[in-house]
């Protein structure tokens, strides 16, 4: 176990170079399996999501061989085995993945229920919904879910909820059906697009990824690939509200600025400098200035992302003036909430967890806290490099989850971060 002592109220200035994104990472390595050719993966995230998920895989018989920290060499023709040992996937969410994947390769999967970030009840009824649409039998048993199919058929859904997961689920499920699947109502999140681009370049045909109806023609087999992932949405918005929070002159390398339009344009409109170049984006906030309150609800993409809005709080928490912060996506994504108020932060968080009001205060100051999961995590560092004093962050482990090198790239930009062992 580790902590991170932070020593926080330095402006930050300097370069990072944002990397692979997690959670299309994952529903590639997932889909890598679906040939029995090799595929290659580059730009992959150095995180422990990412090291379980090809655990997890290697325990059913893939060959995974590590070309390095961000190059992996995948091949699923040598799985022997649908059962995916629970002690992989009650580390991970995407651990579900498998389901589909295992699914569209041998109509057959036995995956235990996902562990995850608990930031809501985060069921997996949309997923079974699209799976039985294939005419794939799903039985939810002792704690796993138990799938099996004697000919995966192509077939018309609509998604009650428009879910990432699912929405992956299912087009793995789908890729080698007979005939079309359309499934509709669907997520538009960029890691969906990357795994949609990621199975055509296998041999797939999907088409409408990114938008609210995605079609899949069923082809025989898929072919071996090399890809490259897409940059991480969610490590670049976190960065650029680390600059908003502890101000400074930070350019973000190796990002796709379309990706970022939501976090952008409400870090502009609470004033803090952000241009855009063709795979950069230089944030500049200036030392001594407060940003300014606004509104902020979380949304689908394009909208604001609810993985982002555990860093926006920490951002608000010293605006001026008073600030609403609404998660429409997750169920009880504010846990975070009270360690902000040990550093003196003034929030108020609605009786439902739907929402909370941010009273900005002019400054905080640094506090032991605990980080309840993963984005969370990213606000209490951002938070604490932003407060007067010294902080001790405890569960970095959870930030360990989605943020390769966290306290090392926060170093290169001048923050005094030590990660040191309990
Ligand atoms: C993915 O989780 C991400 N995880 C989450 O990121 C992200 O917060 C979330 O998408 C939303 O963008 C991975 O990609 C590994 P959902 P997922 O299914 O797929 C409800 C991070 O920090 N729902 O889009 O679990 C669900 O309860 C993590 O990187 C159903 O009702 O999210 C939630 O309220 C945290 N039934 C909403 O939909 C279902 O069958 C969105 O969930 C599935 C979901």
């Given at each position: 176990m ?6 926080g109220g330095k402006?930050?200035?300097?370069d990072?170079?944002?990397?692979g994104a997690k959670?299309a990472?994952l529903?590639?390595?997932?889909a890598?399996?679906l ?10 995230p150095n995180v422990s ?17 590590r070309?390095?920290?961000?190059e992996v060499?995948?091949?699923g ?6 059962v ?6 009650q580390?991970?969410r995407?651990?579900?993945y498998?389901?589909g ?6 109509g057959?999967a ?7 970030c608990?930031?809501g009840?985060?069921p997996?009824?949309q ?9 794939v039998?799903?039985?939810e ?8 199919v004697e000919?995966?058929k192509?077939?018309?859904m609509?998604l009650d909820?428009s879910s990432?997961?699912?929405t ?6 789908a890729?080698l ?5 359309v ?11 990357d ?7 296998m041999?797939a045909?999907?088409r409408?990824?990114?938008t609210n109806?995605i079609r899949?023609?069923?082809t ?10 897409i ?8 960065f650029?509200?680390l600059?908003?929070a502890?101000?400074?002159d930070v350019?973000?390398?190796n990002?796709?600025p ?5 976090i ?10 952000v ?8 944030v500049?906030?200036l ?6 309150s606004?509104?902020?609800q ?13 860093q ?5 928490m010293c605006a001026q ?8 996506i997750f ?6 909430v009270?360690q902000?108020r040990?550093?003196?932060?003034s929030?108020d968080v609605k009786e439902?967890?739907s929402?909370?009001?941010?009273h900005?205060?002019a ?5 032991d806290m605990?980080?309840p999961?993963?984005?969370?995590g990213?606000a209490l ?12 962050l ?9 943020y390769?090198d966290?306290?090392l790239k926060?170093r290169?930009l ?5 990660k040191?062992?309990?």
């Amino acid at each position: 176990m580790n902590q991170y002592i932070i020593n926080g109220g330095k402006p930050l200035y300097g370069d990072v170079t944002i990397g692979g994104a997690k959670n299309a990472a994952l529903g590639i390595i997932a889909a890598a399996i679906l040939t029995d050719e090799t595929v290659t993966i580059e730009n992959l995230p150095n995180v422990s999501d990412i090291n379980v998920l090809l655990e997890a895989i290697r325990s059913i018989g893939a060959t995974v061989d590590r070309v390095s920290d961000h190059e992996v060499k995948i091949c699923g023709a040598t799985i022997t085995s649908e059962v995916v040992d629970s002690e992989y996937v009650q580390k991970i969410r995407a651990s579900y993945y498998l389901l589909g994947a295992l699914i569209g390769k041998r109509g057959k999967a036995h995956v235990a229920m996902p562990g995850g970030c608990e930031i809501g009840a985060r069921p997996m009824d949309q997923h079974l919904k699209g799976f039985r649409a294939l005419g794939v039998k799903c039985e939810e048993l002792d704690g796993s879910i138990e799938a099996e199919v004697e000919h995966l058929k192509g077939s018309h859904m609509v998604l009650d909820v428009s879910s990432v997961g699912a929405t992956i689920n299912i087009m793995l499920a789908a890729v080698l059906a007979e005939g079309t699947t359309v499934i509709e109502g669907v997520a538009k999140e960029p890691h969906i697009v990357d795994v949609a681009n990621f199975l055509n370049s296998m041999g797939a045909k999907i088409r409408g990824a990114g938008t609210n109806a995605i079609r899949v023609y069923g082809t025989e087999k898929l072919h071996g690939t090399t890809y490259s992932i897409i940059p991480d949405q969610i490590e670049a918005g976190t960065f650029m509200c680390l600059v908003a929070a502890t101000k400074g002159d930070v350019t973000l390398h190796n990002v796709i600025p379309k990706h970022l339009e939501s976090i952008t344009s409400k870090l502009l409109e609470i004033g803090v400098n952000v241009e855009e170049s063709d795979e950069e984006v230089r944030v500049v906030a200036l030392p001594g200035t407060r940003v300014r309150s606004t509104r902020v609800q979380t949304n689908v993409y394009p909208g604001f992302p609810t993985d982002m809005q555990p860093q926006i709080t920490a951002v608000l928490m010293c605006a001026q003036g008073n600030s609403d912060v609404t998660e429409s996506i997750f169920e009880s994504r504010f846990r975070y909430v009270e360690q902000l108020r040990k550093m003196g932060a003034s929030i108020d968080v609605k009786e439902d967890q739907s929402s909370c009001k941010v009273h900005g205060v002019a400054a905080v100051t640094g506090a032991d806290m605990d980080i309840p999961d993963l984005r969370a995590g990213a606000a209490l560092t951002i938070a604490a490099l932003a407060a007067e004093g010294r902080s001790v962050l405890s569960g970095i482990e959870y930030i360990e989850r989605g943020y390769e090198d966290f306290d090392l790239k926060l170093r290169e930009l001048g923050a005094d971060i030590e990660k040191v062992p309990v």
